[in-house]
């Protein structure tokens, strides 16, 4: 299961998966882009790479790049599905709070 939150945790990273939502782009293009070194780059595109958010291909001498829709449709269920155990853990602790005056301490 990819990390979704270290793959979009840098504001480099989420610019990266923009520009490929357009469609693939070679490390190059990609590079051009940004005004940070091309190993800044590849160091963010790896991150992603190992979190299988993008795929990479050789064509030549070019590397390129594009999204991995199913591992984000993956990752995105996952993100959805622990979103939504964090609010009902907190309404079940507001419900017993207003109905007994309790609050379920926290055992994570």
Avoid: C, W
Avoid at 53 to 63: A, C, F, P, V, W
Avoid at 66 to 87: H, T
């Amino acid at each position: 299961m990819p990390d979704v939150y270290r793959a979009l945790g840098d504001p480099t990273r989420r610019r990266i998966l923009s520009m490929l939502k357009q469609g693939s782009k070679t490390q190059k293009e990609i590079v051009e882009a940004f005004d940070i070194s091309q190993p800044a780059i590849k160091k963010h595109l790896t991150i992603l790479l190992e979190e299988k958010i993008i795929s990479e291909r050789l064509n030549g001498k070019y590397r390129i790049y594009s999204l991995n829709p199913n591992s984000l449709q993956i990752a995105y269920q996952d993100m959805l599905q622990y979103i939504g155990e964090l609010l009902d853990n907190q309404l079940i602790s507001l419900k017993n709070y207003v109905e007994r005056g309790e609050i379920q301490d926290e055992q994570d």
